[in-house]
């Protein structure tokens, strides 16, 4: 978790828009204010034996923090009657290729948003911006993962006039994502062919957390000698109360199941 890999600290972060009505508008944020843990890292320094139970103290308030803010993006989710799902996996396990697909066909059926996460660069962002799809980029600078407040500040850029589906594609990370609810109805995990059959081994956390787990690259699985049943086999042990969609965002196989998927989870208007 991200207070034992040294992340879980305030860090200053960067929105930046790609939306039809306002190309390229830039919006810096504020530095945000020191955390509590640099404060008192000094301290621990210096009288080492307190720092385990300090250390639990931080991230609890840390995450109570986040959650708070996380409420508050569920109810505006909700009230705005857009479903919101966190797309979280390892670095280039196929998060952008996916949503490139997804919003060019079903987001022609119901008009969707992107707020994606990376440490530098808009790459995802601009691989993502349609005419037709309010995107935002969240630079975290050096954060593994999104928080809810960063979602809060690049929802609240864009313009979501007539907008179903908010699609989070949160940093390429397998751990530290899986503490940090970002107020989304649906957790969205993928694993790639590229991967390895046993990572829903090796990161259970975020696997357990999953409602849906997708299963990518399947047109590469054969020449990979990469093991779809081994695979399916360890994501069911794992996380049983996850729907299982195994697709392919080049071929386009099983990409009808995750649309049917999103259709049944559309909230009423
Ligand atoms: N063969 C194959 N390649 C894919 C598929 N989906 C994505 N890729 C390739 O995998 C690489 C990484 O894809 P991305 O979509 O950038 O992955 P990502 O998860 O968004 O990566 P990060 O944002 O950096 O974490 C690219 O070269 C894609 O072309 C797929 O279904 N099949
Ligand atoms: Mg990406």
Known sequence: MCVDCGCGKSVPFGVKVLSVLAP??????????????????????VVPAPLTPLTVQVHTSLLAKNDDAAGRNRAQFVQRGMLALNLV??????????LSRTVDEFGREHRCAVVVGDLETDNDARRLHRPHVPVAQITTGSACHLD?????????????????????????????????????????????????????LKYPPIFKSAHVVLLTKIDVAEVLG????????????????ATLIPLSSRSGEGMAVWYDYLRQRLLPR
């Open 148 to 200: 809810a407040d960063m979602v809060a500040r690049g929802v609240g850029a864009l313009d979501l006039t007539g907008v179903r589906v908010m699609f989070i594609e949160n940093v390429g990370n397998l751990v530290c994502p899986a503490s940090f609810d970002l107020g989304e109805a649906v957790r969205v995990v993928l694993l790639s062919a590229t991967e390895g059959e046993d990572k829903p």
């Open 226 to 241: 990469f093991d779809c049943r081994a695979a399916i086999e360890n994501i069911r042990r794992v996380a049983p109360q």
């Open 89 to 98: 996996s390892s670095p280039g396990a196929g998060k952008t290729t996916l």
């Open 24 to 45: 390229g508008l830039l919006r810096s944020s504020a530095p945000a204010p020191a955390s509590a843990a640099a404060v008192d890292a000094g301290v621990m320094t």
